[in-house]
């Protein structure tokens, strides 16, 4: 062995094949702004036009979910049904990472449900590729105002083309871009007298567009395609079509119809920049892949799509996450950077230049391994890896330096290198891998923590273990074989230090020496004061992030066109723009706008009551002032429309920060309970908005039909519906087909009669069998009645959702303590309804659940490796006791350092837990070596704790804490409250390792006691 380490060839190969492999990580590893988190949400959209949210429900939705459910990976189904649309929203488990076959079944589970649906159903779309953010946003704009939307629209999917064209692109979407369409308006009189309907024309003319093939001829030596020509070429074809009427006549629907080319009308939704019209082109990178590198590239395209613009279209880019991604990674990398000069300058200080230069050239070789394990492991570069190796800095001299100290004490003592090195292997490599495994184990709750919370401060974990990992191997293996190159010339050192100092040290661990009981019961005190502070300090889940952007919500009134909202966009905007510090402002009017951020989840597709705002600022200094300043305004401006201005969150994403479900069968139950809840709810004064999802508000005409009139002309409800539905929608009737573009032919009546509730009744019915039309007032009743503008469901059941914003800064789970309190005191729930909490507190409460839920195990393995390396339970009760107390201190930490408990703060804490393990084991170690101390010696002991070993530990709490100043000092919220906790909680918990420790070693170990 010794002659391996000193084979000066071998170690300059090593450290060359940790260079390179080191390196070559760094230009592969992809980089990413946060981490990944798998897409386990998705989304089943189904229309059935001119359905109310009651048949919606009973026909649509319910049996899609009796399909879906008998997946066995399904966690949660929840669904709404609205005005002719059913969205089933499906939530997987937490423990399936390859959601791809998942993603597949429940494809042939609508695939087979699809027979089930009403005839006028479309067929159910699985929609599971929009859970990650787009990597770039393009707004194309038109300068010229005689640029028509379908010329723009062009130019746009040529772009989307382009970048759907690149080889790292998976996915790309437009928003805004009206579906092209030929139009054919027919007067419905005219019709009626020839004895036609909008039905009857659209068949007459889908029968004409011949596109199918007609068979083969085959002579036995050739084979020939027969295909029959008419398809639909130009406007000029559709006119020629001929529709065949009463008594054999024939007429071309250039004589009965008006035909155009247009855009569909109401569009499915609008997009706009600064209030101007603009169509969005989003593209996201796969997974895997540099982001900075793909921005590179989509810029190339964009640069090359701008050249072939004609005048009067302009192309910008309003977002781009590589920009985010470096800016964040250059912080990250900085304060990784200013924690290795810190480290740096206290190994010199504690250690002097030959110990600091042979533990600091430790820190580059680790770093270089950990990035090289990156790449075997699929660890990214973003900010939580890079975050964890910050923690782990600290960590990574503490196997250096127990070496190097090691080593300079033997040759000190006059050993020569092999003779040192090969004490220092014998009596070191067994604890050092003790203290080591525990330290991972302490972290390997939140590697195994499953779900999104697990997966997005899991990386954190991983690189804090694989340094862990990679500082025993280096400190084991490069040090000693580097000792011949530093570690030379050394005299014996001295363990007194600054000697007035030593000396008041050595005085107080004597007295706790000879008073262990009192000693350990005065410091319980610190840990104790931890523990009860708990109860009292307040709790979040994951802070905000700190972004130059922001989003606004925006829900109209029920029944609300897509238009309306178009124009409330717009009308908003200036009022947006004129708050300090907004620079711009892009909407989608009737949907979601695209995701630019990873855990906002849009929940409002094809919602044309519902605008969702994009919001940039000049900094991330300007977003809290300017969401306070424009939520109050917005409030005022736009009374009848409920406004949310949000922050962007950190973590796993939640619908809102309050929410109560109330399940039970009957809707207006539900809808009554649900706006008491909401008024309990609108009383706490740091609640800004409450939103109830069952209401019965939405405004519906309803016709009550003769039934004796309407079968007196051979009809029945059904047909009567269905030429009222083409009356109003349209009916589609074949597609034309230009270079790629499919555009659908429609018939439909002219505006007034769609869009006027007076002409309804002047509307013809067509008689069966030849007879002229009749009016609809002649055969129904008409009335305005209100409908249920959504039913939401969740696992099978009705539910009330009642849903709460906060105003900036206020923390969900102390107002939902108190609206809880509330609830339980005023309101009573009939039989049969049952109220459960959602929102943050349901996240948080699953996200600590399953982080602990591996927590039992990892102790028993932690117990089993600490007592095997010491053989004994005595000690590695010791060791489990000192991490009890630091839990105790890593609690009274976040008290003195004033942050909320949150996940972040646990994950920190569970960290802290592991490092005073460490010191633990590496104090009972040097105890357990000296034969007096062993023996219950208490001058002795003071030699041990007071010499090498207070060296040691007084270094890695120095440089370990040295290397978390730049996240306790940095901007944001994610990191200093963790940085601060666990730097704090590391300065009270060597009070353990250099008091507590030697007490109870003195009380449970040596025969003396």
């Not at 479309?122 to 300068?143: G, K, Q």
């Not at 708990?534 to 606004?552: E, K, N, V, Y």
């Not at 393995?861 to 339970?873: D, E, G, I, Q």
Request: net charge negative.
């Amino acid at each position: 062995m010794e002659r391996l380490l000193f084979n000066r060839r071998l170690l300059v190969m090593a450290v060359g094949l940790l260079i390179v492999s080191g390196l070559a990580a760094i230009q592969t590893l992809p980089r990413l702004e946060d981490p990944r988190i798998t897409a386990r949400n998705a989304r089943v959209l189904t229309t059935f036009p001119g359905a109310d949210p009651k048949q919606v429900e009973a026909l649509v939705t319910q049996t899609l979910e009796d399909e879906i459910r008998t997946l066995k990976e399904v966690k949660v189904l929840s669904s709404a049904s609205r005005q002719g649309v059913s969205s089933i929203a499906i939530e997987l488990l937490e423990e399936v990472t390859e959601v791809e076959p998942v993603w597949s079944r429940v494809r042939d589970k609508l695939a087979d449900a699809r027979p089930d649906l009403p005839d006028q159903a479309s067929r159910p779309r699985l929609i599971d590729d929009r859970f990650y953010a787009f990597s770039m946003v393009i707004a194309l704009t038109r300068e010229d105002p005689g640029i028509s939307h379908n010329a723009l629209g062009r130019h746009a999917e040529r772009l989307e083309e382009r970048f759907r064209a690149m080889p790292s692109t998976d996915y790309t979407n437009l928003f805004g871009r009206a579906a092209e369409v030929i139009r054919l308006h027919a007067d419905p009189a005219e019709l009626a007298q020839l004895g036609l309907s909008a039905e009857d024309m659209a068949r007459g003319v889908a029968g004409s567009d011949a596109r199918r093939p007609a068979g083969v001829l085959d002579n036995g030596e050739s084979r020939r395609a027969v295909t029959l020509r008419g398809d639909f070429a130009d406007l000029e074809r559709i006119r020629d079509v001929t529709i065949s009427i009463d008594e054999g006549q024939r007429l071309k629907v250039g004589d009965l119809a008006d035909v155009e080319r247009g855009v569909a009308d109401p569009p499915e939704q609008h997009a706009l920049l600064n209030g101007e019209e603009t169509i969005l082109v989003g593209a996201r990178m796969a997974g895997g892949g540099r982001i900075d590198s793909w921005s590179q590239q989509a810029r190339s395209v964009l640069d090359e799509m701008r050249a072939e613009l004609p005048d009067g279209i302009e192309t910008r880019v309003l977002f781009d996450q590589s920009l985010y991604t470096q800016e964040r990674l250059e912080g990250v990398v900085g304060s990784l950077l200013m924690g290795l000069v810190i480290v740096v300058a206290l190994l010199f200080l504690t250690l002097g230049w030959r110990g600091a230069a042979a533990v600091g050239l430790a820190i580059p070789a680790t770093m270089l391994l950990v990035l090289s394990l990156f790449r075997v492991f699929g660890v990214n570069i973003h900010q939580i890896s890079i975050t964890g190796i910050i923690v782990a800095i600290g960590l990574i001299v503490d196997n250096a330096i127990v070496v190097t100290n090691a080593l300079r004490e033997r040759l000190g003592q006059g050993d020569s290198h092999t003779e040192a090195v090969r004490w220092t292997l014998r009596h070191f490599a067994g604890p050092l891998l003790a203290s080591t495994l525990t330290t991972i184990l302490a972290f390997m709750p939140i590697v195994l923590m499953p779900g999104g919370a697990g997966e997005f401060v899991g990386p954190l974990a991983i690189a804090v273990i694989l340094a862990l990992i990679s500082s025993y191997l280096v400190a084991l293996l490069v040090i000693p074989a580097m000792s011949p190159l530093l570690l030379t010339g050394l005299t014996s050192a001295s363990a007194s230090g600054p000697g007035r100092a030593m000396g008041w040290l050595r005085s107080f661990i004597g007295i706790t020496l000879r008073r262990p009981v009192i000693a350990i019961g005065l410091t319980l005190l610190l840990p104790i004061s931890g523990a009860v502070i708990l109860p009292m300090l307040p709790i979040s889940f994951f802070p905000a992030a700190d972004r130059d952007q922001f989003h606004i919500q925006v829900r109209l009134e029920p029944g609300a066109s897509v238009d309306r909202a178009r124009n409330v966009a717009q009308r908003m905007t200036p009022v947006i723009r004129d708050v300090e510090g907004v620079q711009d402002v892009w909407m989608v009017a009737g949907g979601n706008a695209p995701k630019v951020y990873y855990n906002l989840v849009g929940r409002e597709d094809s919602n044309p009551a519902f605008i969702q705002a994009i919001v940039d600022t000049a900094g991330a200094e300007r977003t809290i002032p300017a969401i306070r300043t424009l939520q109050k305004r917005l409030d005022e401006a736009f009374p009848d429309a409920q406004t949310l201005v949000r922050r962007y969150e950190q973590g796993p994403p939640v619908a809102a920060p309050l929410e109560l479900r109330l399940y039970g069968p009957e809707l207006p139950v539900l809808a009554d309970l649900g706006e008491r809840i909401a008024g309990f709810m609108h009383a706490l004064p740091e609640v800004t908005h409450v939103h109830t999802l069952v209401n019965r508000d939405q405004p519906r005409i309803e016709l009550t039909p003769d039934q004796e009139e309407i079968a007196a002309l051979g009809l029945d409800a059904e047909r009567v519906a269905g030429q009222l539905n083409a009356l109003l929608s349209g009916r589609d009737g074949g597609f034309m087909l230009e270079e790629t573009e499919q555009m659908p032919v429609q018939v439909r009546y002219p505006e007034p009669w769609r869009s006027q509730s007076s002409m309804l009744g002047s509307a013809l019915i067509r008689g069966g069998e030849g007879r002229g039309g009749i009016p609809v007032s002649a055969l129904a009743e008409q009335e305005l009645t209100p409908s249920w503008r959504r039913i939401q469901r969740r696992q099978g059941e009705r539910v009330q959702l009642v849903r709460g914003y906060l105003k900036v800064g206020e923390l969900a789970p102390t107002v939902m303590r108190r609206l809880k309190g509330k609830l339980e005191a005023e309101l009573d729930l009939p039989p049969g309804y049952r109220l459960e909490t959602g929102g943050e507190a349901e996240e948080r409460n699953e996200a600590v659940t399953r982080l602990l839920s591996s927590v039992a195990i990892l102790v028993l393995m932690m117990v089993a490796a600490v007592a095997l390396t010491f053989n004994s339970f005595r000690r590695a009760g010791i060791v489990f006791f000192s991490g009890a107390q630091a839990f105790g201190l890593g609690l009274l930490a976040l008290a003195l350092a004033g942050h909320p408990f949150g996940f972040i703060i646990i994950v920190g804490i569970m960290g802290l837990v592991g490092v005073a393990i460490n010191a633990t084991i590496i104090m009972i170690a040097a105890l357990d070596d000296d034969d007096h101390a062993r023996d219950g010696d208490a001058a002795a002991m003071v030699d041990v704790i007071t010499g090498p070993t207070f060296r040691h530990i007084g270094s890695t709490t120095m440089t370990t804490f040295g290397g978390l100043v730049p996240l306790m000092v940095a901007g944001g919220t994610l990191w200093p409250p963790f940085a601060q906790t666990f730097g704090v909680g590391l300065l009270l918990a060597t009070v353990i390792a250099l008091v507590v420790t030697p007490a109870a070693y003195r009380l449970a170990c040596t025969p003396a006691r």
